[in-house]
């Protein structure tokens, strides 16, 4: 199985500053054949299912704002809040979706400073 | 617009069985893989089942192979999971989850609201 590990655990930024979320799998989830990574970013806000962010690593989802962005590839990824804002508050996971079981990572909660 | 709504969920002993649905509608439902996700109270996301392509091949995670069955009906849009020989550590809301891409492989682009199962005597 692939093992995702995420850091910090948590994290407190002030209102309008950066935000940068690591995530880091345990083996390469970039697929040789389309070149992408099966890498994606989720947002779950308290007593909220989960919302998805970013997928295929970088893409962003229709709807969710520009100061989101994803990169990386192979086994090290990042979410980055340009400029949080307090809807912002949340817990982030990332998940693999290259081999089953797709796993999630322990999650990263974001909050005010 | 598309809506996963779960059913199902509710108290039952150890040892016990519970069927989830999940109505789906506002996308061909047959066309996508769909999973089940489950979070047990304030722990993290775990990934439980999948069921993909038209052949409607099915995955599990090891903590459930063997006990649970994930299983779709495309004339209704819903998608099932059969759980028996439930365990305490089982208790969880169960998040029903369309695939973003008609592949097995691909990242959920919707989850439903969830559905509590507790297990307990």
């Known amino acids: 199985d692939i093992v995702m590990t995420q850091s910090p655990d948590s994290l407190a930024v002030s209102l309008g500053e950066r935000a940068t979320i690591n995530c880091k799998s345990s083996?390469?989830?970039?697929?040789?054949?389309?070149?992408?990574?099966?890498l994606g970013w989720y947002q779950q806000k308290p007593g909220q299912p989960p919302k998805l962010v970013i997928y295929?690593?970088?893409a962003r989802e229709s709807g969710v704002p520009d100061r989101f962005s994803g990169s990386g590839s192979g086994t090290d990824f990042t979410l980055t809040i340009s400029s949080l804002q307090a809807e912002d508050v949340a817990v982030y996971y990332c998940q693999q979706y290259y081999s089953i079981p797709f796993t999630f990572g322990p999650g990263t909660k974001v909050d005010i400073k | 617009e598309v809506q996963l709504l779960e059913s199902g969920g509710g108290l039952v002993q150890p040892g016990g069985s519970l069927r989830l649905s999940c109505a789906a509608s506002?996308?061909?439902?047959?066309?996508?893989?769909m999973s089940w996700v489950r979070q047990a109270p304030g722990k993290g996301l775990e990934w439980v089942s999948v069921i993909c392509g038209s052949g409607g091949s099915t995955y599990y995670a090891d903590s459930v192979k063997g006990r649970f069955t994930i299983s779709s009906d495309n004339s209704k849009n819903t998608l099932y999971l059969q759980m028996d020989s439930l365990r305490a550590e089982d208790t969880a809301v169960y998040y029903c989850?369309?695939?973003?891409?008609?592949?097995?492989?691909?990242?959920?682009?919707?989850w439903g609201q969830g559905t509590l199962v507790t297990v307990s005597s």
């Open positions: 506002g996308f061909t439902f047959s066309s996508y893989p």
């Open positions: 083996q390469s989830v970039l697929h040789s054949s389309n070149n992408k990574n099966y």
């Open positions: 295929w690593a970088s």
């Open positions: 989850a369309k695939s973003g891409g008609v592949s097995c492989s691909s990242h959920i682009d919707y």
